[in-house]
């Protein structure tokens, strides 16, 4: 009877966890941490770039919410004072700074903005770093894309946001204390066919960041790199599958996925994955069962990531499967994470 009830409540045990987790929508550490700390961000001076829109936009409504003194960057000043005025918390809309800011415009422009934003809010200085601002072009092939378009990228999403972090740094290193919260992308864990250049600047990022916190920990700097998968914007419809009437893309929403980095920021994680279900469970089989995995997947990015980092021949046969089709299937705007490209349907999915 004992044997009986023992085996009942492993089996009872097992399904309740591959339920919380085949409803997750991030990676299980993060999923462990239910809510923000809002201690760690009421009064806190808190920058965020690419605030004018998208996810930027998100988090600061999100952490105006939660008390935050925010300072919101982007080269478009109207739509700054358009997000300010949405604003509202402890010290949102009237407190909230406007600082306009082009990561690409330059080593002493990027200075200039730093001793701005330190000097905001009494000289109280920049507490968390959102680096959210970002360059993507649409999608391309690795041979096609120009050096313009290189350049491009590289100067807002590397050497921009690298220039302005080594800026600020010195400051926060002064007081002994500061975060940066890094919005990568799951481009930067596996290979985006399709998104050479973009995929290439976000690894960059990812290599950049870790070496950072690894080096500036003991000192009080912390490091959160954040790698989303697909988002969906709450004010742009979610992408339809051409041939596949009243199908949709299953995306993590912006608001979501703020509130999810907000809360690995608040929680001092190193680095999370945030994308759709069921991915988050199928990973794990394809990690251990991978016959199973690989028969189950049908939303591959937390998989494949996954299978990059712990399995990388693996992991990396599988993206060379689906590269050109996925190019393929983004030039006819269809869904490039469909199971079809796997298995050989060559139509925009």
């Known amino acids: 009877m004992l044997t009986l009830i023992f085996i009942l409540v492993s089996l009872a045990s097992i399904v309740a966890v591959f339920f919380k987790f085949w409803t997750a929508d991030g990676d299980f550490t993060l999923m462990s941490k239910?809510?923000?700390?809002?201690?760690?961000?009421?009064?806190?001076?808190?920058?965020?770039?690419?605030?004018?829109?998208?996810?930027?936009?998100?988090?600061?409504?999100?952490?105006?919410?939660?008390?935050?003194?925010?300072?919101?960057?982007?080269?478009?000043?109207?739509?700054?004072?358009?997000?300010?005025?949405?604003?509202?918390?402890?010290?949102?809309?009237?407190e909230v700074m406007i600082l306009p800011l082009d990561?690409?415009?330059?080593?002493?422009?990027?200075?200039?903005?730093?001793?701005?934003?330190?000097?905001?809010?009494?000289?109280?200085?920049?507490?968390?770093?959102?680096?959210?601002?970002?360059?993507?072009?649409?999608?391309?092939?690795?041979?096609?894309?120009?050096?313009?378009?290189?350049?491009?990228?590289?100067?807002?999403?590397?050497?921009?946001?690298?220039?302005?972090?080594?800026?600020?740094?010195?400051?926060?290193?002064?007081?002994?204390?500061?975060?940066f919260v890094v919005m990568s992308s799951a481009a930067g864990k596996a290979p985006a066919p399709g998104q050479a250049v973009y995929s290439a600047s976000k690894f960059a990022l990812n290599g950049y960041f870790h070496s950072l916190r690894s080096e500036l920990y003991r000192k009080g700097i912390k490091v959160t790199v954040v790698c989303p998968g697909p988002i969906?914007?709450?004010?742009?419809?979610?992408?339809?599958?051409?041939?596949?009437?009243?199908?949709?893309?299953?995306?993590?929403?912006?608001?979501?996925?703020?509130?999810?980095?907000?809360?690995?920021?608040t929680h001092g994680l190193k680095e999370v994955w945030i994308s759709y279900q069921p991915v988050l469970a199928v990973m794990y089989l394809v990690q251990y069962m991978p016959t199973i995995g690989f028969w189950l997947m049908d939303k591959p990015v937390l998989a494949v990531m996954y299978l990059v980092q712990y399995m990388p021949t693996i992991?990396?046969?599988?993206?060379?499967?689906?590269?050109?089709?996925?190019?393929?299937?983004?030039?006819?705007?269809?869904?490039?994470?469909?199971?079809?490209?796997?298995?050989?349907?060559?139509?925009a999915l």
């Open 34 to 94: 239910k809510h923000a700390k809002r201690e760690e961000i009421e009064d806190k001076v808190v920058w965020i770039t690419g605030a004018s829109r998208g996810i930027g936009e998100v988090l600061a409504k999100q952490l105006a919410s939660l008390g935050a003194k925010l300072i919101i960057s982007a080269r478009n000043e109207a739509e700054l004072e358009r997000v300010k005025k949405q604003l509202s918390g402890k010290h949102a809309p009237d």
């Open 103 to 179: 990561l690409a415009s330059g080593e002493d422009s990027l200075r200039v903005a730093v001793q701005r934003a330190e000097s905001f809010f009494a000289g109280a200085g920049v507490d968390y770093m959102i680096h959210n601002a970002a360059y993507e072009r649409p999608k391309t092939t690795a041979l096609d894309v120009t050096e313009e378009g290189l350049k491009a990228t590289f100067n807002v999403n590397v050497i921009g946001t690298i220039s302005l972090t080594r800026l600020l740094a010195l400051f926060m290193l002064k007081r002994g204390r500061g975060h």
């Open 232 to 265: 969906k914007m709450s004010s742009v419809p979610e992408a339809s599958t051409s041939g596949q009437k009243g199908f949709s893309e299953k995306r993590v929403s912006s608001e979501r996925c703020a509130e999810l980095t907000i809360i690995a920021a």
């Open 315 to 347: 992991g990396f046969w599988l993206m060379d499967k689906v590269g050109a089709k996925r190019v393929e299937a983004a030039a006819q705007k269809g869904n490039t994470y469909s199971l079809n490209l796997l298995f050989g349907k060559n139509k």
